[in-house]
């Protein structure tokens, strides 16, 4: 069989489209910025009916036509997977071929935007990310990869299982027909094999749900953990905010490397580190949820007991599911009998064993992110307490922990919202950095990082098996930073 | 701070000296093959079951070194001058007296390592603040003297970009775009191992611009918002009606006052930087510190390890301290009473 052309034949009608019109747009660009300073501001006219109209000049024109090619480019953009997917890979290439697989990815994205877009109004903040193209753009690729990542999962986008090897197919290039393939087999390698001869596409589709399943709830856990300690320290004051800042500063003063090359270890997980550390970390959520509804149903114990008892009793099952493992809360019994143990939640009950490299690798992360969390949570604390609403609810006579739940936080929750978003895409970067240097995760993982590191031993001769999990992990974290930024704009603007 | 210093080593030293690392150690050092009671009897021959306390006081030199006598006659020594006369000998042999231990993986004493390989990441830091510092200045301030405007735009993308971009991400662009026979364009080298004898733009462009990068990003954005909140200032609006012209407004007036921000963030920049440096000698094979460190952790070379640590952890809060007493010196409105 013939190897795939990037574009096969639709390459040869919309290839020289999109290279003008990227070509011109850079080109527009560049104009445009220079115009912006060197151009003459447009002339005033005075028509007729009085009114005066100001033309916008050679700049207005400039910035008119980027706008149009950027639409070209797009729509050019949009083409390539409308048509590629439907003539597959056979008569559009590995391009053909990427759409087609990632069809139910495609729909899932149109359904998404097409009730978002309808319902924009009703829908609070989440609607209004809609009114701008920056946060349009960003939430775009971060659903791409949410979408690829759960569709991955189900095994619906793969064209290879992530750990097959096939013969023959060791570093060959992207679209490389598969040697002695059979009937059910998928025909080619779309993004080319590793060094391993695995495929890239099946390893980078696996990857993103690696990071999907773990980045948004360790990011989640650091922020129950900021939260909870960063309210009172910064209501309180005094000697509890001197202790707690105190102790965020410590970790804060690690290179973020560093300590993971402490922390991560397989020596550090034999003496049982990291489960103590998931132990102290994990109740965070409970004392979050106990205060939270505590607080503000405690006037109210028919609703109050049966509700807390759901809830804590929910959480703390979850806590035990997560924690414990074969019968074990903590295990350092390694080989011999030397160690100590913690009896936890039976095994029969234990229907989710977390893998110990996945909980050393979540415990870590959740430890370095939660600091700054922190020190975000106190300063918009120690700016929300001095405001009038809080004065009010002390005089009303409410207690500290409703002031701190039910009056500050709601307020804080716009930066706080659009941090989260940030914090997401730093944490997938810390994750990316400790698959790079092979720290925790198991050495055949697909997340990203190990597949980069994997690959840039050979990176001058065969580039594709470290570049494309490079360029997946830039476009998920460059999509969560723009949806933080269109989040701040709209949210702003209220 | 030094409280804070203290606690940080004591931290560093506790962990990198957990039972688990010392069984490894004496099986490294001693046999593959030894017995649970060989490694006991040569961890506290040499002074490694001791409490945690005493281990971390004879560390810093201010507890004396340990000593054993064999049954053989041979003396087994902390300070490492047993060859010496026996008055000649040294009590104390800490980091208070400069001896920070021997690295088992270069086979020399650790403070030359240190010295050495911090001289060489010092130059990849020099060229990168020299390089990442103008730029994110001049790119924050184009993008912040005219809020809104279309220049603006482009270059808070940008630097959205950069900051969306980790090292490990933009270095291996680099490289396949740069540097590979795939692409063919071999402008660069994807190698900076040569750079250490002899710095060349062309093995030392690759791994200065990835750190640069990164942290520019970051720099440029807050330039941004400083100058925007600054160009927005009464005092502008004055030199505006007085007829000013905008060069002379934005260099003159806004300038310096934008500046006192971004001082700060490039001084707090440093610990990512300390990060970026791991990641791109470890890319780019460049033997400076951040290499150090990875070699010292894969080894289970403890004393390397905690070097190692203690002087980032310094360098850390010594760039804290530089900041906040020059945020202090740079504002006029904060005076220290």
């Not at chain 1, 023959?168 to 998928?186: H, S």
């Not at chain 1, 856990?221 to 309210?231: E, S």
């Not at chain 2, 905690?306 to 804290?320: E, R």
Request: with cysteine.
């Amino acid at each position: 069989m013939e190897p795939l052309t990037w574009t096969g034949g639709l390459g040869t009608v919309l290839d020289p489209i999109f290279f003008l019109a990227a070509g011109l747009l850079a080109v527009s660009l560049v104009l445009q910025v220079i115009l912006a300073y060197a151009a003459p501001s447009g002339r005033a006219q005075i028509n007729p009916d009085g009114t005066i109209a100001a033309d916008t000049g050679p700049y207005g024109m400039v910035s008119r036509a980027s706008m149009y090619l950027l639409l070209l480019l797009i729509a050019t953009v949009l083409a390539y997977i409308a048509v590629g997917a439907v003539l597959g890979p056979n008569g559009a290439g590995i391009v053909g071929g990427l759409a087609r697989r990632l069809l139910p990815v495609w729909i899932a994205l149109v359904l998404l935007y097409a009730v978002s877009i309808a319902y924009k109004r009703k829908l609070g903040l989440y609607g209004k990310l809609f009114d701008s193209t920056v946060g349009m753009i960003g939430f775009g690729l971060v659903m791409f990869w949410v979408f690829v990542g759960v569709f991955g999962a189900m095994d619906l986008i793969i064209t290879h299982q992530p750990l097959d090897v096939v013969s023959g197919m060791k570093n060959k290039v992207p679209g490389t027909p598969l040697r002695g393939a059979e009937d059910g087999d998928y025909a080619w390698y779309l993004l080319g094999g590793d060094n391993l001869a695995r495929d890239v596409f099946s390893r980078i589709v696996k990857g993103a749900w690696e990071v999907i399943k773990i980045a948004p709830f360790a990011t989640l856990f650091a922020f129950m953990v900021g939260i909870t300690l960063g309210l009172p320290a910064a209501y309180y004051g005094g000697w509890l905010d001197m202790l707690i800042s105190f102790l965020a500063n410590l970790i804060l003063a690690f290179p973020v490397i560093l300590l993971f090359y402490l922390l991560v270890t397989p020596e550090i997980s034999a003496v049982g580190v990291p489960k103590y550390m998931a132990m102290f970390l994990f109740a965070f959520p409970i004392i979050f949820a106990a205060v939270l509804l505590n607080s503000r149903y405690h006037t109210q114990p028919s609703l109050r007991t049966p509700l807390m008892v759901i809830v804590l009793g929910l959480l703390i099952y979850g806590y035990l599911v997560m924690v414990s493992d074969g019968g074990y809360l903590l295990d350092t019994r390694r080989g011999d009998a030397k160690g100590y143990t913690f009896p936890g939640l039976p095994s029969a009950l234990d229907f989710f064993d977390m893998p110990p490299g996945i909980l050393v690798v979540f415990v870590s992360v959740v430890f370095v992110n939660s600091p700054t969390v922190f020190r975000i949570v106190r300063g918009l604390a120690l700016d929300i307490k001095t405001r009038d609403y809080v004065a009010a609810a002390q005089t009303r006579g409410e207690g500290p922990w409703y002031i701190m739940l039910w009056e500050i936080l709601p307020n804080a929750r716009g930066p706080l919202i659009v941090d989260f978003c940030l914090r997401i895409g730093y944490t997938t970067i810390l994750l990316g950095t400790l698959g790079f240097f092979g720290l925790g995760l198991p050495p055949d993982s697909p997340d990203w990082g190990t597949t980069i590191n994997d690959g840039r031993k050979l990176l001058s001769i065969y580039p594709h098996a470290a570049i494309f999990p490079a360029v997946s992990l830039l476009t998920l974290v460059l999509g969560l930073n723009l949806l933080a930024d269109g989040l701040r704009e709209e949210s702003l603007k209220d | 701070m030094l409280f804070t210093a203290l606690c940080l080593t004591f931290i560093v030293f506790f962990l990198t000296n957990l039972e688990p690392n010392l069984e490894k150690l004496a099986k490294t050092e001693g046999n593959f093959r030894m017995s649970d009671e060989a490694v006991q009897s040569w961890l506290s021959d040499r002074g490694y079951t001791d409490n945690t306390f005493v281990k971390f006081g004879r560390w810093m030199g201010v507890a004396p070194g340990w000593e054993t006598v064999k049954e053989d006659g041979t003396v087994l020594r902390q300070c490492r001058d047993a060859k010496l006369p026996e008055e000649d000998r040294a009590t104390y042999c800490g980091v208070l007296q400069g001896d920070w231990g021997y690295s088992l993986r270069f086979k020399t004493d650790v403070s030359n390592v240190i010295s050495e390989r911090l001289g060489a990441t010092g130059k990849l830091m020099f060229f990168v603040m020299i390089f990442m510092v103008p730029m994110a200045l001049i790119v924050g301030v184009l993008a912040g003297m005219r809020e809104g405007s279309g220049l603006d735009r482009s270059l808070s993308t940008f630097s959205i970009a950069t900051t969306a971009t980790p090292e490990y991400v933009s270095g291996v662009i680099f490289i396949a775009v740069f540097s590979s026979s795939a692409v063919g364009l071999k402008w660069f080298k994807g190698s900076a191992t040569s750079a250490l004898e002899d710095i060349t733009f062309e093995n030392f462009t690759l791994p200065v611009l990835t750190i640069a990068l990164y942290g520019m990003g970051y720099v440029a954005r807050m330039t941004r918002a400083s100058m925007t909140e600054v160009m927005t200032a009464q005092f502008i609006r004055t030199a505006r009606l007085k007829g000013v012209s905008f060069r002379n407004i934005v260099l003159k007036h806004a300038l310096r006052n934008a500046l006192i921000a971004p001082f700060t963030v490039i001084m707090l920049q440093f610990p990512w930087l300390l990060n970026g440096v791991v990641i791109v000698e470890t890319l780019f094979n460049y033997k400076g510190f951040g290499w150090a460190l990875v070699e010292a952790a894969s080894n289970n070379d403890i004393e390397l390890l905690l070097a190692v640590s203690v002087v980032s952890v310094a360098v850390v809060l010594i760039t804290q301290l530089i900041s906040d007493i020059g945020y202090v010196y740079l504002n006029p409105r904060i005076r220290v009473s």
